[in-house]
């Protein structure tokens, strides 16, 4: 459900102020603004997000050993191969692309479990909970995405909400990166690369419907450049 997007300039005051406690790098005057004042904000329909996190969970699983023919039968049965992108079944198949990018996609399972109430924290200090494979499909015990969704008690995140950790996100994949560049101190257990995982899911699953503002971008076409 669409509602009103907060006041970008408030929730930028908040994000920068949550980066100085953390004793990060500041962005520089003009770092842009991800919506504009009157922009309405939603999340993607829920069925949606189960089904990136599902099939995340899957190529993560690849990586850290599930044969392929278990991984395409799983996907094969939940009616998910439509919605693998070209990398991601490519890797699924044959093991082909950069495995370690592959396997940092469990942050970014971390945050859609997170939008979908599965997580009780998105802490940018914090590696994902040790609960979290227990949240998704057991695949070692053949649970089928059917069975997953009917004992998941999803109550997926307040979009204005979701809005808001974005825009700390945002502000947190820029910080990350000057700060490693710099050979500065993290502020915990998370490095840049996971922080950008939590920024892509965010950037994807939180949809802006406004004058500045195109059709939601697939899943590979988030731009993580700016």
């Known amino acids: 459900m669409q509602k009103a997007a907060p006041d970008p300039r408030a929730v930028r005051e908040a994000s920068l102020d949550e980066l100085a406690r953390l004793g990060l790098p500041l962005p520089p005057p003009g770092f842009p603004l991800i919506w504009e ?20 969970h899957v190529v993560v699983a690849r990586c850290f050993g599930m044969p392929t023919e278990a991984a395409m039968s799983w996907l094969l049965g939940s009616r998910l191969v439509d919605l693998v992108t070209p990398p991601e079944w490519q890797f ?18 971390f945050a859609l479990a997170w939008l979908l109430g599965l997580s009780r924290h998105l802490d940018p200090t914090a590696p994902p909970e040790e609960r979290l ?40 994949d820029w910080a990350f990166q000057e700060a490693e560049q710099a050979g500065l101190q993290l502020p915990g257990e998370v490095d840049g690369n996971a922080i950008g995982q939590r920024r892509w899911a965010l950037e994807w699953a939180v949809v802006f419907d406004g004058p500045y503002h195109d059709k939601p971008a697939d899943w590979e076409e988030v731009d993580l450049s700016v």
């Not at 998704?136 to 008690?153: F, I, K, Q, V």
């Open 37 to 56: 004042p009157g922009d309405k904000v939603e999340l993607r329909p829920t069925p949606d997000i189960e089904a990136r996190a599902a099939v995340l």
């Open 92 to 109: 699924v198949i044959g093991a082909k692309g950069d495995h370690r990018s592959f396997v940092l996609h469990h942050d970014a399972v």
């Open 133 to 172: 494979m227990s949240q998704m499909p057991d695949l070692p015990a053949g649970e089928t995405y059917g069975n997953w969704r009917s004992r998941s008690l999803m109550s997926p995140r307040d979009p204005i909400e979701a809005a808001v950790l974005l825009d700390l996100y945002y502000c947190l």
